[in-house]
């Protein structure tokens, strides 16, 4: 029930920012850690609004994303995250469906350092995320890995992955 509350609000407030954003969509997404607890995030996306080497073959453009993830494990080992990241997107040319290819690198605050049976070593993480998928009407579903690490800066550094299936929705 607690996950239930903890998501509700979250979509309050990514919805306030949404309404308040022009040119912002809206991501969810479930899947899995490493370690095989459950994952579900919330996203806002806000686009660069700039392309880059657009040619025939596609462009290179990208977004704002900032997000809230829940990160379902036993009573002792959920936790919460809040990240911001800038990500680069190459999406290939099509008139309907256009695949995509996406990188990028930003920061998370986690509620804890443990998840699981993993010492994250300090609630500042970076975060890494690499995935693909495909825009159409509007919408976009894709799937996605994301790693968490301190890189380094407090030990220990254990880190945490997560691979998702996403569905986004442009306002």
Known sequence: MNKLMYLAAAAALSMTAVGAAQAADLTVAVGQSGESTMVYRLGAQFDFERSWWQSDVGRLTGYWDAGYTFW??????SNHSLSFAP???????????KPYIEAGIGVAAFADTRLEDNDLGSSFQFEDRIGFGVRFAGQEIGLRAIHYSNAGLKQPNDGSETYTLHYRMSF
């Open 72 to 77: 379902d494990g036993d009573e002792t080992s």
């Open 87 to 97: 990500v680069f997107v190459y999406e290939f040319a099509g008139e309907n469906v």
